[in-house]
């Protein structure tokens, strides 16, 4: 059971470039989420899905666009790198089908990037 | 809005020692509440979590926190910490249940021999 999987591990990008980290999870979840993890600053809330083809924004959803096409899949674009993107990106999965609604979160890895 | 601070930024402690990693929430309505742990390179992990009930909860490595409404606190405490448990610790809080959690800053555990 692989859990949830994010690649690429590390990622460094020049400004404007644009990329897709990926995140996959075979545990059947319903509910999958991005965060991004920065210094002093705890994991803030990027952007969510509650199923297929539903996605919401959370706390800091500028310069991100998501999308859920599949159950298994939700990956994460940045459509016009910058600095201030530079972070550790991490996808989580919970509430398994006909599961509990508090199910725990299910993190993934994390993806290193850097925006020079 | 709910919002969590975790009051100290790095705690260092000697091994055997005990420990407090502070939390205060705040939220307009009831709440869930978490502490996870992420350990070097690696993503977070559940720790515990406060759903309802016994207002005491305790994880199967030692750790224990007490959920206290009055002072909208959630401390993380360990009687005796190891050095395995170097580690950053997060408190968590979320009104919806375990999945749209809101994230305090973290506190870096450090244990020295």
């Known amino acids: 059971n692989a859990g949830v999987t994010q690649t690429p591990k590390f990622q460094v990008l020049k400004t404007g470039q644009s990329m897709t980290l990926q995140c996959a999870q075979d545990?059947?979840?319903?509910?999958m989420s991005w965060y991004r993890q920065d210094p002093g600053m705890g994991l803030r809330l990027i952007h969510y899905?509650?199923?297929?083809?539903?996605?919401d924004q959370g706390e800091v959803p500028n310069g991100y666009n998501v999308s859920r096409s599949t159950t298994e899949d939700f990956p994460l674009r940045l459509l016009s790198a910058a600095p201030s993107q530079t972070s550790v990106y991490f996808c989580?999965?919970?509430?398994?089908?006909?599961?509990?609604?508090?199910?725990?979160?299910?993190f993934g890895n994390g993806t290193r990037l850097t925006v020079t | 809005a709910q919002s969590v601070t975790q009051l100290d930024s790095q705690v260092p402690v000697f091994e055997e020692a005990p420990v407090e990693l502070r939390c205060n929430y705040s939220s307009s309505v009831s709440v869930y509440l978490f502490w996870y742990v992420q350990y070097p390179n690696q993503g977070l992990q559940l720790l515990l979590k406060y759903l309802s009930g016994s207002t005491l909860v305790e994880s199967i490595n030692g750790f224990e926190a007490e959920f206290n409404k009055s002072q909208t606190s959630f401390h993380l405490r360990k009687p005796s910490v190891h050095i395995s448990d170097t580690a950053e610790y997060f408190c968590?809080?979320?009104?919806?249940?375990?999945?749209?959690?809101?994230f305090g800053q973290g506190t870096r555990l450090t244990i020295n021999p």
């Open positions: 545990m059947n979840h319903e509910y």
């Open positions: 968590a809080v979320s009104d919806q249940g375990a999945q749209k959690l809101v």
């Open positions: 899905s509650v199923g297929a083809g539903i996605t």
């Open positions: 989580a999965s919970s509430y398994p089908l006909g599961g509990s609604y508090n199910s725990p979160l299910h």
